[in-house]
Structure formats: C-alpha cells, structure tokens
C-alpha cells in the first residue's frame, strides 16, 4: 500500500496524473459554506461554553472523592444558590470541580465546608479559588488584541514576500475559514472555552498558514515563465502546484494527528476536563481544516482573485483559442497573417515559430514526442517543421503530380 501510494504521489508531483482541485473549486467552496453553517447554527443553538476565566466566579475542586457523582455538588450548591446552575466536571479519576458565581469569603468558606462533608473527605481536600471580573475582562481583551495583531503582521508578511497582495487575501480567506470550522466544532462539541482554547486556536493559525504558504510558493515556482510558456494557463499551473503538494501536506498532517490525537483522548477519557483536553481538540479540528483549506480553498481562491488580471487574462484566452484552433483575426491582426495568430498571443510576447499550445500540451514534461505527421504534407516533406499557408504548399504538390504524370 505504502508503494501505490509513493507512486500515487510521484504521479502527482511530474503532473503525470491531475486531481480536480481548481477546476472544481466552486463544489469545495460549497462544501465548507454548508459544513460551516450547519455546525454554526448548532454551536450557536447550544450556546458558547465559556470557562471561569472569562466569566468570572468562584471554583472549588474536590480531591480524593470515592465516588465521583456529580449530583451531591449540584444539590449542595442549589440549597445555597437557588438562582445559579454550577458547572461539576470531573478531574481524574477522584477530583470534582465546581464553578458557581461570584461568592465573598464567607460564602466560600461555608460552601467549601458543605462540599468537603458531601464527599465524606477533609475540608482541606477542598481547595477555593476566585476569578474577578477585572481579570476576566482583561484576558478577552487580550485574547482579541492578540489575534487582530497576528492576523495583520502575517498578512503583511505574507503580501511582501510573494510580492503580491491577492496571494495574502486568499491565505486570510482560507484562515478565516479554518478559525470559523474549529470554533463551530468546539462550540457543537461542548468543551469548556479557556486560555488553553486560545492557545490552540493561536496555534491553528500558524499551522494553516504555514501549509497555505507552502502551497503557494509552488505556486510562485510554476508561474514564474507564465507568459513565457504555451502548456498550460495560470489556473492549470496553480492547480499543477496544489497536486504537487497534496501529498506533502497529507504526510504532515498525520504526523501531526497522531501524537495530538493521543493527546486528546487521554485528556477527553483518563484525565477528564482540563489543559490538555481544550488544547488538543482545538489543535485536532484545527489542522484537519488547515489541511483541508490550503489545499481545496486557498489555490482556488488565489485562481479567483488573479484571473481578471491583464496578463493572465491574455495569456489564458491565447491558449483556449489555440487549442480550439481558432485562426481568425482580431484587433491588428489581418485575417491572412500566418499561423493566424491573434492580439491576443502577440501581446503575450509569444515566439511566432513556438509550438502550437494545443500539441504542446498532450506530452509530459520531458518526455519528447516527436510530432505525427500530416497526411497532407507526405508529398513535400514538410513533416516536422511548422505549416507555411496551403497556397504556397500547393504549387509544389501540383508539379510533383504533372513530372509523375509524364506531362
């Protein structure tokens, strides 16, 4: 399996085998609106799972529990606070947590008495902490100003080093995208939002933008003699790159999975709720979508946001009229000039004696065909060279045929 998928890969990186993947890009834009907007729509149904550190409260955690039950806080909690719903979440194996709303010291005191009793364990297994509004506030602004000064210095990065501005918009796309899907996907999930949440999501960030960057700097490779070369346009280039990457990208991202999956369940199954758990959930979703969009999203876009470019928009009409064979005349062309080359291709500073695109484009790179020859040129020996106009080839036929025919 290992050896099919090398040459699977191998296939892709010569462009000797070529995957949908810009010529589709309208089906993947359609799958991540709707993916994005059902599981919005669940996660704002279900409404935002916020931690301590961003609301505020008190937080008690109970160690050395023999029986973990959640109900015996709840109703200790609810005989003191009638009007508030704590959060009990398991810590471990023997260890509750219990976040309620903002208690003084004496409320503390007594709710962390009645919770030591409830468990049947010391009151000093009962450890309290407490979380102002003030600080709370303070982590969200930061939270925002964090990611708002990230997002501009690698947009700015970006645009200077492809020297292009379009490049770095669909990178941002592309990451938007992926911030949209995790968060959609933690918000459906239910997992507490926390400080180690942010960390991931920043952490997200930059694995998706460090694919998108790869991806596009093939791109910049395979699109430096664009105008320059008759084979492909500069959507087929652009998808020639997102295939030659496809498989690196894969590779990376299960190197990555594994050890974070592994992270997760033990976090999600043996330790309970905690650092690990908010961390590695973000990370999983994360990169499955940073993966997912630099490859299907981001070349794309990039095809989008550039077709309408002069350039680019003369190079590709001269190669889709040559492979339809079209030789008639445009805007200072006559209809008689040879080759029936249009304004379009001379602008694109195109050698007249190059080879026709359309030939050109049926041979892999490398690989030199020797082109097939024409029925009608067997009688003058034109076969291999480029056609001269038909009424300066007949003249020569026509003699061959009276000196054969003894006149």
Do not use: C
Not at 31 to 47: E, H, T
Not at 257 to 280: E, M, N, Q, V, Y
């Amino acid at each position: 399996m290992s050896t099919t998928f090398a040459t699977f890969g191998n296939d892709l990186h010569a462009g000797r085998r070529i995957l949908p993947i810009v010529s589709r890009r309208r089906t993947w834009y359609l799958i991540s609106v709707v993916v994005v907007v059902l599981l919005g729509a669940l996660a704002v149904v279900r409404g935002p799972n916020l931690g301590i550190e961003f609301t505020g409260g008190s937080e008690f955690q109970i160690a050395g529990v023999a029986d973990a039950e959640q109900s015996s806080a709840r109703e200790v909690v609810r005989e003191h606070l009638p009007d508030n719903e704590p959060k009990v979440t398991q810590l471990g194996s023997d260890t509750l947590r219990v976040q309620t709303e903002q208690l003084d010291s004496a409320e503390t005191a007594e709710l962390a008495g009645e919770l030591a009793t409830a468990y049947g364990v010391p009151a000093d297994a009962v450890s309290t902490s407490y979380i102002g509004p003030v600080w709370s506030g303070d982590v969200t602004q930061k939270m925002a100003r964090g990611v708002v000064v990230f997002l501009v210095l690698v947009a700015a990065m970006m645009a200077l080093y492809f020297r292009d501005l379009k490049a770095s918009l669909a990178a941002m796309i592309a990451l938007g995208h992926d911030m949209l899907l995790t968060a959609a996907v933690y918000g459906v999930v239910g997992f507490e939002i926390t400080p180690g949440t942010v960390i991931g999501f920043l952490t997200v960030m930059g694995y998706s933008l460090y694919d998108t960057i790869v991806v596009f700097d093939k791109v910049r490779e395979n699109t430096a003699d664009l105008t320059g070369q008759r084979r492909r346009t500069f959507a087929e280039l652009v998808e020639l790159a997102a295939n030659q990457t496809l498989v690196r990208s894969i590779n990376t991202s299960v190197v990555a999975l594994l050890p974070i999956g592994s992270i997760l369940a033990i976090g999600a199954f043996l330790l309970g709720a905690g650092t690990l758990k908010d961390i590695s959930l973000a990370l999983f979703i994360g990169i499955i979508a940073g993966t997912y969009s630099s490859i299907f999203l981001a070349p794309g876009l990039l095809v989008d946001l550039r077709r309408r470019e002069d350039t680019i928009a003369r190079h590709t009409l001269a190669l889709e009229r040559a492979r339809r064979g079209e030789t008639g005349s445009t805007s200072g062309v006559s209809p008689g000039s040879p080759r029936g080359e249009d304004a379009a291709t001379r602008a694109d500073g195109a050698d007249p004696d190059a080879a026709d695109p359309a030939d050109a484009d049926a041979a892999d790179e490398g690989e030199g065909r020797t082109p097939e020859a024409d029925p009608a040129d067997e009688d003058d020996g034109t076969v291999g060279r480029d056609a001269a106009p038909r009424s300066a080839r007949q003249q020569p036929r026509r003699t061959t045929r009276r000196r054969r025919s003894g006149r």
